[in-house]
């Protein structure tokens, strides 16, 4: 069964940084792309970033690119981002989300993680 | 930036009613389209991808259609544990988005 680990949120101040985690398990993780996806509270579903099962590629939303680096440590099936400058409108549910498919770049996401909440105070 | 509307934003329907949920692109996707359901506080779930490929596990009332601009999503017969909110995603683009969502509730 996979499973999907989310850790690392917290109440950070703006233009603080931040790194959250993704632990995975229960397929070949080094296999597929991952993603992290965000919700603002009460909104809707954002991708924000993108990585391929290597690692060598990685994709950014124009919101967080700059701002944010994805990486992946294949070695213990575990994906990040590192968020940098955070802003208020950065206050979110962190999704990370295997990709469905087996391309180098992000898809379809499923299944996904339980989410870690941060939030940026202005 | 592909952008997507979907159509309507909340519906209100009764357990055993047929409902459908539009999804509009900016520009062709072909059939890169992958529809999502997410019950209240939990994570998303990915039912549907490639526009009509329902995924392991999914009950067979739900269904996709359409390619292009325009896509549907089909509940055939609405069970109480359907209510949730739906979302669509394109994958055509050189980045990812997703539909504003369809929020489905109990009439």
């Known amino acids: 069964e996979v499973q999907l680990l989310e850790s690392g949120g917290d109440l950070i101040q703006a233009g603080g940084s931040l790194r959250l985690s993704c632990a995975a398990s229960g397929f070949t993780f080094s296999s597929y792309a991952m993603s992290w996806v965000r919700q603002a509270p009460g909104k809707g579903l954002e991708w924000v970033s993108g990585i391929s099962g290597s690692g060598d590629r990685t994709y950014y939303a124009d919101s967080v690119k700059g701002r944010f680096t994805i990486s992946r440590d294949n070695s213990q099936n575990t994906l990040y981002v590192q968020m940098r400058g955070l802003r208020a409108e950065d206050t979110a549910v962190y999704y990370c989300?295997?990709?469905?498919?087996?391309?180098?770049?992000?898809?379809?996401?499923?299944?996904w993680g339980q989410g870690t909440l941060v939030t940026v105070s202005s | 930036e592909i952008q997507m509307t979907q159509s309507p934003s909340s519906l209100s329907a009764s357990v055993g009613d047929r409902v459908t949920v539009t999804c509009r692109a900016s520009q062709s996707i072909v059939n890169y389209l992958n529809w999502y359901q997410q019950e209240p506080g939990k994570a998303p779930k990915l039912l549907i991808d490639s526009a009509s490929r329902l995924q392991s596990g999914v009950p067979s009332r739900f269904s996709g259609s359409g390619s292009g601009t325009d896509f549907t999503l089909t509940i055939s017969s609405l069970q109480p544990e359907d209510f949730a909110t739906y979302y669509c995603?394109?994958?055509?683009?050189?980045?990812?988005?997703f539909g504003p969502g369809t929020k489905v509730d109990i009439k």
């Open positions: 995603q394109q994958s055509y683009g050189a980045l990812p988005t």
């Open positions: 989300a295997k990709d469905c498919s087996s391309t180098s770049a992000p898809v379809c996401f499923g299944p």
